[in-house]
């Protein structure tokens, strides 16, 4: 069954609806028979009711404002959307002649018009000539037309939209305005449009949570507002530069609130000067990574087993922490011109080839296509994308635009051995990320966390001698085996080691976890948790695998020694006819005994020893929960200081330089 769409609806129809929820002229409004009558000459009939029957179908106008004012009335409405939606009603109340059409445009100076399907910006608007503050937010206006906003209005709110386009915004803005939102949409670009020649007043401007990622192009776009005191960029991938504030902060210097922060004069001292490095304020962001210790993992089932475990096939198993990000800059650069060295290898072999008379691949004097490479990418990259859109869709807008693709790269800390201490991993890794909106679309989705296991067997390497006297063992001529030789016990100790084969690790994932990275996005620099995984199913602890092993070696030997019992008993060795001697023998043997409490003969019935067993597992504490230690910090600088980097980064980036160029 479809669900039904609301119809598209413009600004003006939508302030028409909330204006009928007033009831203007119903009651308790309005000039209706319920009101009682103002005149003072009323002629006296033989119809004239008496004192005590009048007014009784009539309401005073003290109780008909009651109705209108007080909260607790069953007549009250919602006010919400205008702060002169109340006074219109009491106006209504007490003076209702004066309700007209053009009073009731003239009477408002605030209009919020919130999540009412409105598509479009009308001239309706323009019918109120006294409005100074209109808000459209939770709607879905793509663009907004300046020519049909009343030119008195102060404060403009259009947050949580869909508007990508500025352009229409900006052909004639209201000369007065001070404050501008535009918030929540999806904002990639300011060109020229939010400068002072277009917004010489305004005072504050809001543009969080857009698509903006050129932090420098920005703010010179946004230092020629003469008047401009509070700024909020906020969750857009700019802010995710470790110098967003302190270079926003000294090229802004008349900045007094930055992201609903004021700005304090020694956050002005500290950054001085950092405008003037703009060569250091790089449009990447970087995040350190530190996993210190895990808990909980349980121990592997070697060392819990009773038995005797044979000397192969040796099992070594090691557990690390691994989690997905993107993948590293400096890493990608170095692919890339690793990747370029190797085409250029390529085509010199090529062309040394051709040279030679001797090219790869095709006949001499056949024509000879251009070689192509072709780079694919590491198995250890996971792309967690949505399908491609179809780009003929009609529905698909440039507000519509899908999430940038994530290719996430695994990280891991380095194989520990299972202990009693606990698993102290001490691991810390710095990445460079230069693409901000795949790393706020990352932080979004949080990051996947799992603790895993691998598992490698080891047995000694077949040689030439194994093989030969296994052929001999199955021909039936290596039976004789020559004694060994009689020696002493040092000459054993100088034997040759023992070559061991190693399987491929068997991987098993022991728990995960989904790390909330959000808060990143709305300003936070440092996030500091204690993980506790949930375990996979299918996955078994070293105690159950203990265990069922334990389970099938008893049954086994219990069935071997029922059955060599069967064969030692006296029953099994005598005859048919020796059966009632038998049964003589047993009841000589019998003695008068008290009969049994019945305590006893319940443990004693055979089903008493796995109620036993049963309470026994009830009892078992349950295990100690995964848990891991981790901390994400994204990188923000304190000072100006911290813009230079130090003398090994240069170095590195000097390298890079040089890759590159080469």
Same mark, same amino acid.
């Given at each position: ?102 009073? #009731? ?65 900006? %052909? ?5 305005? $001070? ?7 999806? #904002? ?74 004021? #700005? ?41 087993? *009773? ?76 792309? +967690? ?38 698993? $102290?991993? $001490? ?34 390497? %077949? ?30 100790? =100088?034997?040759? %080691? ?33 993980? *506790?995984? =949930? ?48 049964? %003589? ?41 995964? +848990? ?31 890759? #590159?160029?080469?």
């Amino acid at each position: 069954m479809m669900m039904p769409v609301a119809s598209r609806t413009d600004a003006f129809t939508a302030f028409q609806s909330q204006l009928r929820t007033l009831c203007l002229n119903e009651f308790p409004c309005g000039s209706g028979s319920w009101r009682t009558s103002t005149e003072k000459n009323v002629s006296d009939t033989r119809f004239t009711v008496t004192l005590k029957d009048y007014g009784a179908n009539k309401e005073q106008e003290e109780a008909l404002e009651e109705f209108v004012t007080s909260k607790f009335s069953p007549y009250s409405v919602d006010y919400s959307w205008s702060d002169e939606a109340k006074g219109l009603r009491e106006i209504a109340v007490k003076s209702p002649w004066l309700i007209t059409e053009d009073f #009731i445009h003239n009477h408002f100076k605030t209009l919020r018009i919130v999540d009412k399907n409105v598509h479009h910006l009308d001239t309706g608007l323009l019918k109120l000539p006294y409005l100074e503050e209109l808000t459209v937010t939770a709607n879905h206006l793509t663009t907004v037309h300046s020519q049909n906003i009343p030119k008195t209005v102060k404060v403009l709110e259009l947050v949580a939209n869909k508007i990508d386009d500025l352009e229409q915004l900006c %052909e004639d803005p209201p000369p007065e305005l $001070q404050h501008l939102g535009l918030g929540l949409n999806n #904002i990639s670009a300011l060109h020229d449009y939010i400068t002072g020649a277009y917004w010489p007043c305004l005072l504050s401007l809001d543009l969080s949570h857009n698509n903006l990622c050129d932090l420098i192009e920005i703010i010179n776009k946004l230092s020629s507002l003469p008047k401009l005191r509070n700024l909020v960029l906020l969750g857009n991938p700019l802010a995710l530069i470790p110098g967003y504030r302190g270079f926003t902060i000294d090229s802004l210097r008349k900045l007094d609130i930055l992201d609903d922060l004021m #700005i304090s004069a020694d956050e002005k001292h500290h950054f001085k000067g950092l405008a003037r490095r703009k060569e250091y304020v790089l449009d990447e962001a970087k995040m350190t990574v530190k996993i210190s210790a895990a808990t909980g993992i349980p121990p592997p089932p070697e060392m819990l087993s *009773t038995e005797e475990v044979p000397l192969y096939p040796v099992t070594t198993r090691t557990y690390y922490v691994e989690f997905k990000f993107l993948e590293d800059f400096q890493s990608k650069t170095r692919a890339e011109s690793d990747n370029k060295k190797e085409q250029e290898k390529d085509k010199d072999q090529e062309k040394d080839a051709v040279a030679n008379g001797n090219p790869a691949g095709g006949d001499d004097g056949g024509d000879k296509e251009n070689p192509v490479t072709i780079t694919e990418e590491p198995s250890d990259v996971t792309s +967690t994308s949505s399908p491609q859109p179809d780009p003929k869709d009609p529905t698909l807008t440039p507000s519509h635009t899908p999430p940038p693709t994530l290719k996430l790269v695994p990280y891991r800390t380095k194989g520990i051995h299972w202990t009693e201490a606990g698993f $102290q991993f $001490q691991y810390s890794q710095d990445i460079v990320i230069d693409d901000l909106p795949a790393l706020k679309e990352y932080f979004k989705k949080g990051m996947e966390l799992s603790i895993k296991e691998d598992k490698i067997l080891s047995r000694p390497a %077949e040689t030439e001698e194994s093989t030969e006297e296994s052929k001999g063992g199955k021909d039936g001529k290596g039976k004789d085996k020559p004694p060994p030789p009689t020696g002493d016990k040092k000459k054993k100790k =100088k034997e040759p %080691e023992v070559e061991l084969v190693h399987s491929p690790p068997e991987v098993s994932v022991l728990g995960t976890y989904t790390l909330e990275l959000a808060e990143f996005i709305e300003g936070e620099y440092m996030i500091d948790e204690t993980c *506790t995984c =949930k375990g996979q199913e299918g996955t078994t602890t070293g105690e159950e695998e203990v265990l069922k092993e334990e389970d099938d070696g008893t049954d086994s030997k219990k069935d071997k020694k029922k059955k060599k019992e069967r064969s030692d008993s006296p029953k099994g060795k005598k005859g048919k006819g020796d059966g009632k001697e038998s049964k %003589e023998g047993k009841d000589k043997g019998k003695k008068p005994a008290s009969k049994p409490d019945k305590k006893e003969s319940k443990a004693k019935r055979p089903g008493s020893g796995k109620s036993q067993h049963s309470d026994e597992e009830e009892e078992k504490p349950p295990p100690p929960p995964l +848990t891991v230690s981790i901390s994400v910090e994204l990188h923000h600088w304190k000072t100006a200081q911290e813009s230079i980097p130090s003398q090994t980064v240069m170095e590195k980036m000097a390298l890079l330089e040089e890759t #590159i160029h080469e």
